[in-house]
Nanobody, 121 residues
Framework: QVQLVESGGGLVQAGDSLRLSCAASGRTFSRNAMAWFRQAPGKEREFVATIGGSTDIGDSVKGRFTISRDYAKNTLYLQMNSLKPEDTAVYYC?????????????????WGQGTQVTVSS
């Protein structure tokens, strides 16, 4: 059974940094695209970053967030720097069966339960 478990969220102040982790189990995702999405209250799910055959970062976080993965640990990371109050959201890890990246959440087959990130001003 495939599981994606996010961790690393919390309450921080504007300008701080956080690193989110997504530990995958049940299968190896070394040949699969993985991604981070986020959803703020009352808003639609938003693409944040993806990594696979290529890497893509969402415009709203470009220059501040970095996506990476540790193949040996089967873990995905999201380094978030210079956090802003508008980054407040539940952050979700996702994986798909293909190596081709996508910014569309509908293309992903597996999802974690999410981790809350709250940035105070």
């Amino acid at each position: 059974q495939v599981q994606l478990v996010e961790s690393g969220g919390g309450l921080v102040q504007a300008g701080d940094s956080l690193r989110l982790s997504c530990a995958a189990s049940g299968r190896t995702f070394s040949r699969n695209a993985m991604a981070w999405f986020r959803q703020a209250p009352g808003k639609e799910r938003e693409f944040v970053a993806t990594i696979g055959g290529s890497t893509d970062i969402g415009d709203s976080v470009k220059g501040r967030f970095t996506i990476s993965r540790d193949y040996a640990k089967n873990t995905l990371y999201l380094q978030m720097n210079s956090l802003k109050p508008e980054d407040t959201a539940v952050y979700y890890c996702a994986a798909r069966r293909l190596v081709i990246t996508s910014t569309d959440g509908a293309d992903y087959d597996y999802w974690g339960q999410g981790t809350q990130v709250t940035v105070s001003s």
